[in-house]
């Protein structure tokens, strides 16, 4: 702030610049003889026109104004200066030899900001002038600061922001790194999770979702199968087919999860709570733990149950291959209205280009491109 301290000072201290409007001659001379003796610089205008080009040309820090000019009325002036932003600080005496009250009223309805009858006494004009011109200077002194407020504000908004960014992005790093820990024993691939939380955020953008929620997805998302934590490895690991009670404690990691992820503060944590113990259940009311159906099901598990079935079935595992891509949509297809939400379905598919694009770019080869909410079509 020292700098626009000094910076502030200087215009302070600079010579200050007067501009003299009036269509009579001897009198502009008559006032700039004095102003310049006082250490003025002195602009002179002879109509109104003029007044108005040259003090949005050269800044003058007061204008004297006569009001009865050719070409442009004094009244006029000052309405064109008060409407641009750059001369509606610089203050204005009226110097006019009417004693008309209504014209003067109206003057400084206007915005005027004093008046002088003519012929004006120097000791008078000159202490006013004086006066108003510390008035400039102070107020081009305050916006100068305010300027250089407003930057360093600005400054160190972008520098939190990016702070934040970074912050936020390691947090995902640490929930997708967290999450391989439930996963890491049955999943044959490193880019599952954050394949699943892109789909999920690309899916509520294309629902119409604003970027918090898609955000929270993003973040979410991964926490989905974090229950298998609790599930022993003689299933979880079982090469073959499970049997109906192998199946029914499979099937209790939703709840598992659940339970891990409770009596969070933090917003993706809750989401993933939710996520965590509904991303089983099914449209048509067939699905677990709960048996939950239709718009029962909460949107988040909604949308990550089909982020979830189409990495599955286009991922290969040491038990499959991966399905083609369109049979993988095929498969999404079939399941509307029975496993999954329609609507979802229908956002997934308006969502198809970004789909893939995050199935290229997040690939086992172990390329990772973080999913960019701006760039999601929202």
């Not at 002879?46 to 004297?64: F, H, R």
């Not at 009223?105 to 011109?133: C, N, T, W, Y």
């Not at 102070?138 to 922001?161: G, S």
């Not at 298998?228 to 999860?257: C, Q, S, Y």
């Amino acid at each position: 702030m020292g700098s626009a301290t000094g910076e502030g000072q200087k215009e302070m201290n600079r010579k200050a610049k007067i501009a003299v409007a009036d269509d009579d001659e001897r009198v502009r001379c008559t006032l700039s003889d004095v102003l310049i003796t006082q250490g003025y610089t002195v602009i002179h205008a002879q109509n109104g026109i003029e007044a108005v080009q040259k003090t949005s040309k050269d800044s003058p820090d007061v204008v004297l104004l006569d009001l009865h000019m050719p070409e442009m009325n004094g009244l006029e002036v000052i309405k064109q200066l008060k409407a641009e932003r750059s001369t509606k600080i610089i203050p204005i005496v009226i110097i006019t030899g009417s004693d008309d009250l209504d014209l003067r009223v109206q003057a400084l309805k206007l915005g005027a900001d004093d008046f002088i009858v003519k012929p004006p006494h120097m000791a008078e004009l000159s202490a006013r002038v004086r006066s108003l011109v510390k008035v400039k200077a102070y107020n081009d002194y305050m916006r100068y600061y305010q300027t250089i407020l407003e930057e360093e504000v600005a400054k160190r908004t972008k520098e939190l922001k990016d702070a934040h960014e970074k912050l936020k992005r390691a947090s995902l790093d640490t929930i997708y790194r967290l999450s391989r820990a439930a996963e890491y024993k049955d999943e044959d691939t490193s880019v599952h999770l954050q394949r699943i939380s892109n789909y999920a955020a690309a899916i509520a953008h294309a629902i119409g979702l604003d970027n918090g929620k898609a955000e929270a997805l993003l973040y979410a998302a991964p926490m989905h199968d974090i229950g298998k934590l609790g599930i022993p490895d003689k299933i979880l690991l079982k090469p073959g087919k499970l049997t109906a009670e192998e199946w029914d404690i499979m099937k209790k990691h939703t709840v598992f999860g659940s339970q891990i992820l409770e009596d969070s503060d933090s917003d993706f944590i809750k989401f993933g709570k939710t996520i965590a113990l509904t991303h089983h259940e099914k449209w048509n009311g067939s699905g677990y733990p709960q048996g939950l159906k239709g718009k029962e099901i909460p949107i988040e598990g909604r949308i990550t149950a089909i982020a979830d079935v189409f990495d599955a079935v286009t991922s290969k595992r040491p038990y499959k291959e991966a399905f083609p891509e369109a049979e993988a949509f095929h498969i999404i297809e079939e399941g509307k209205g029975v496993h999954f939400d329609p609507e979802l379905v229908d956002a997934f598919f308006q969502a198809k280009d970004q789909i893939l694009r995050i199935k290229q770019n997040y690939t086992d080869n172990g390329k990772s491109v973080f999913f960019d909410l701006a760039q999601s079509g929202s």
